[in-house]
């Protein structure tokens, strides 16, 4: 599947944005009590549902419990690729290419001794070929951030990650001619994009306003 995203570093080598603001968020919180008196713990996150065969798979929910009690987790359906940590929940892995196939039924819980919560079922599906990719086009800027010409525009960066804020993947693109590039390679999942311009000496813009694409 192709997605098209438009980025505008607009007009400004330390400054820019991105016309699209898409937020995406699947996770599960709960929320009950008990009789006894002690706060049930929660939990919430949103586990990408594929990876690359030789590619790192890592998620981690977010729990917390009202009472300060100590948490610990637990799994169900763990792939065989996965390890799986009982005082963070963390799932993690690099399957292999024999490893390709769908993992259904995976059941991430936390407990507090006394109450337990879990995320909602859900599978990982390690793929031998991703599926998608995001088009990126923007304009050039024109100008510096103290306003003068921009003489000496070298390139591009484009960064992206599966959480906001936080890009783990670096693209970068030399020249200033260029004004579009497919991200490829993509997983189904969703993707954060930020894109920064940098001059003939290397100084580089800040990141631009951050967009978000999700690739089915």
């Given at each position: 599947?192709?997605n098209?995203?438009?980025?505008?570093?607009?007009?400004s080598?330390?400054?820019g944005?991105?016309?699209?603001?898409?937020?995406?968020?699947?996770?599960?919180?709960?929320?009950?009590?008990?009789?006894?008196?002690?706060?049930s713990?929660?939990?919430s996150?949103?586990p990408?549902?594929?990876?690359?065969?030789g590619?790192?798979?890592?998620f981690?929910?977010?729990?917390?419990?009202?009472?300060?009690?100590?948490?610990?987790?637990?799994?169900?359906?763990?792939?065989?690729w996965?390890n799986f940590?009982?005082?963070?929940?963390?799932?993690?892995?690099?399957?292999t290419q024999?490893?390709?196939?769908?993992y259904?039924g995976?059941?991430?819980?936390?407990?507090?001794?006394?109450?337990?919560?879990?995320?909602?079922?859900?599978?990982?599906?390690?793929?031998?070929?991703?599926?998608?990719?995001?088009?990126?086009?923007?304009?050039?800027?024109?100008?510096?951030?103290?306003?003068t010409?921009?003489?000496?525009?070298?390139?591009?960066?484009?960064?992206?990650?599966?959480?906001?804020?936080?890009y783990?993947?670096?693209?970068q693109?030399?020249?200033?001619?260029?004004?579009?590039y497919?991200?490829?390679?993509?997983?189904?999942?969703t993707?954060?994009?930020?894109?920064?311009?940098?001059?003939?000496?290397?100084v580089?813009?800040d990141?631009?306003?951050?967009a978000v694409?999700?690739?089915?």
């Amino acid at each position: 599947m192709r997605n098209t995203l438009i980025v505008l570093l607009a007009g400004s080598l330390l400054s820019g944005c991105l016309d699209d603001e898409e937020s995406n968020f699947h996770g599960y919180e709960s929320e009950p009590d008990d009789p006894s008196g002690n706060s049930s713990p929660t939990i919430s996150g949103d586990p990408a549902p594929a990876v690359l065969f030789g590619e790192m798979y890592d998620f981690e929910p977010d729990a917390i419990d009202p009472d300060g009690d100590a948490l610990t987790f637990s799994i169900t359906g763990k792939p065989g690729w996965a390890n799986f940590e009982a005082s963070t929940g963390r799932l993690y892995g690099q399957p292999t290419q024999g490893d390709v196939g769908s993992y259904d039924g995976i059941v991430i819980s936390v407990s507090d001794g006394s109450a337990s919560q879990s995320l909602p079922t859900f599978s990982v599906s390690v793929s031998q070929a991703a599926l998608g990719s995001v088009t990126l086009s923007w304009n050039a800027p024109t100008q510096n951030a103290d306003g003068t010409p921009l003489l000496d525009l070298a390139g591009y960066k484009i960064y992206y990650g599966r959480i906001s804020g936080i890009y783990d993947h670096e693209i970068q693109i030399d020249g200033a001619g260029t004004t579009t590039y497919v991200v490829g390679n993509l997983t189904p999942d969703t993707y954060y994009f930020a894109a920064t311009s940098f001059n003939s000496a290397g100084v580089e813009s800040d990141y631009s306003g951050e967009a978000v694409r999700t690739v089915n």
